[in-house]
């Protein structure tokens, strides 16, 4: 058990809207990830951490942002929800070798986000 | 651009046959290799990582790696009907942050 958690775990929202989802973790870990997963395209990288306040994007990062003030919390903001943002998602945790990631990845319970 | 090519399947097999599941992937500088599990409306689960060429066995799984062909396997021995799920494979580049999945293939045990 990686100590991931995230929330909400469901969420129906209506377009427009602003919506952040938490990823909280409890073990320390360095690194960190946000998925989303739709039938068709798999998972699909967001953005992710390296360490407090140091984040990049990933390939599917537009209408999406990021903060991680603290090493265990990992913060999804969609400014404006639209339906095309209608998935569930996956927050992630790299284990480490060192102080390089492996790759090998622990996954929270995810969140189902709706867009009316 | 990295990609890692699975096919979507339905793989189907019946208990106790020896389910094969493949994945390409086109970086030749890829060099972290995992298998996941995800059963449906859960979370993707490890289940194998593989980082030189050959095969590692953990338990009914098997990972076979070949770097020149640039594919990784994933074979499930004695399959159960509690494997069925969708495998997904990953790769990950060396000095990368990053794994890249594939969009992974449904394996189905029938009893």
């Known amino acids: 058990d990686a100590g991931i958690t995230q929330s909400p775990r469901h969420k129906v929202t209506e377009t427009g809207t602003p919506v952040t989802l938490r990823c909280h973790q409890t073990?320390?870990?360095?690194?960190m990830y946000w998925y989303r997963q739709d039938p068709g395209h798999g998972l699909r990288l967001i953005h992710y951490?390296?360490?407090?306040?140091?984040?990049d994007k990933g390939e599917v990062s537009d209408g999406y942002s990021v903060s991680r003030s603290k090493t265990e919390d990992f913060l999804l903001t969609l400014e404006s929800a639209t339906s095309s943002q209608t998935s569930v998602y996956f927050c992630?945790?790299?284990?480490?070798?060192?102080?390089?990631?492996?790759?090998?990845?622990?996954f929270g319970e995810g969140s189902r986000l709706t867009v009316l | 651009q990295k990609e890692v090519e699975q096919n979507s399947g339905p793989l189907s097999v019946p208990e106790g046959a020896i389910a094969s599941l493949n994945c390409t992937y086109s970086?030749?500088?890829?060099?972290?290799f995992f298998w996941y599990r995800q059963y449906s409306g859960k979370s993707p689960e490890l289940i194998m990582s593989?980082?030189?060429?050959g095969d590692k066995e953990d338990g009914r799984f098997t990972a076979q790696l070949n770097k020149a062909s640039q594919y990784v396997s994933l074979l499930i021995r004695d399959s159960q009907p509690s494997d069925s799920a969708t495998y997904l494979c990953?790769?990950?580049?060396?000095?990368?942050?990053?794994?890249?999945f594939g969009r992974g293939t449904s394996l189905i045990v029938h009893p």
């Open positions: 951490s390296y360490g407090v306040k140091d984040t």
């Open positions: 073990e320390n870990h360095r690194y």
């Open positions: 992630a945790i790299s284990e480490t070798s060192g102080t390089e990631p492996t790759g090998e990845l622990f």
């Open positions: 990953a790769v990950r580049q060396g000095g990368s942050y990053i794994p890249t």
């Open positions: 593989i980082y030189s060429n």
């Open positions: 970086d030749r500088g890829s060099q972290s």
